[in-house]
């Protein structure tokens, strides 16, 4: 070796390299996400239970209202029948035997007489205007039934081809007849029974009827008139 070439120095070692610390603004930054991040998360959270509740609380509204009211039943008053309006052109009749006495409405322009025994076992009303009578009978006898067209043959019973229906205050009668030539027609006064079949004795005894043929339609609807008026006493 040259000892007049100088030595050369070796290279000084190289320091190792070091990773540069974050910055604290970054680690600021990072930090504000989170927490924006964060209350994002909560709002919405709490945002979705307000409209759970919500939602739950009108649907239970809903239901509660679509749950039907029981309305408490209510049971019908029972209301007397009014008494029928008595007739200022009317005079009040009464008569029948002491152990069924009744009373009816008569047009003033009628006559009525009257027999009764002394025993009291035959009470006899008989009413009377133009030839016209109305008769209520009352004693110790029986009934027989009454048949129209379309019933069933029956013994102890009468025939009838006509009739015409009234409503009475105790009963429903039906004032019947048969058509012919005579100069005069007979009437029956049949009641209703409970069983929809027709009798000659009503509650008031035998009632028939007699007028000319041919009659006079307002005269008979006068004695149906009578008729609907009968009460007991």
């Known amino acids: 070796m040259d000892p007049q070439t100088p030595t ?3 290279n000084p070692p190289q320091q190792a390299q070091q990773t540069p610390a974050t910055p604290p603004s970054a680690k600021k930054t990072g930090t504000n996400k989170l927490l924006l991040l964060t209350g994002a998360i909560l709002i919405l959270g709490f945002g979705l239970l307000g409209g759970y509740l919500i939602a739950g609380q009108t649907k239970m509204q809903e239901d509660i209202t679509q749950i039907p009211t029981i309305q408490p039943s209510q049971t019908p008053i029972p209301t007397s029948k009014p008494s029928p309006t008595p007739n200022p052109n009317a005079k009040i009749i009464k008569a029948g035997m002491s152990t069924n006495p009744y009373s009816i ?10 027999e009764n025994t002394q025993a009291g076992v035959i009470d006899k009303l008989t009413l009377s205007k133009n030839g016209y009578t109305l008769t209520i009978y009352q004693a110790a006898m029986g009934g027989g039934g009454c048949l129209y067209p379309g019933d069933a043959p029956s013994e102890m ?3 009838f081809t006509d009739f015409t229906e009234i409503k009475g205050t105790t009963d429903t009668l039906r004032r019947s007849w048969n058509k012919n030539n005579a100069q005069t027609i007979t009437y029956t006064v049949c009641k209703k029974g409970t069983d929809g079949s027709y009798g000659t004795f009503s509650s008031f005894g035998a009632i028939s009827a007699v007028s000319p043929n041919p009659a006079d339609a307002k005269i008979l609807a006068e004695i149906d008139a009578m008729l609907a008026t009968i009460v007991k006493q």
């Open 8 to 10: 050369q120095a070796p």
């Open 105 to 114: 409405e008569v047009p003033k322009d009628w006559t009525d007489s009257r």
């Open 157 to 159: 019973s009468q025939n």
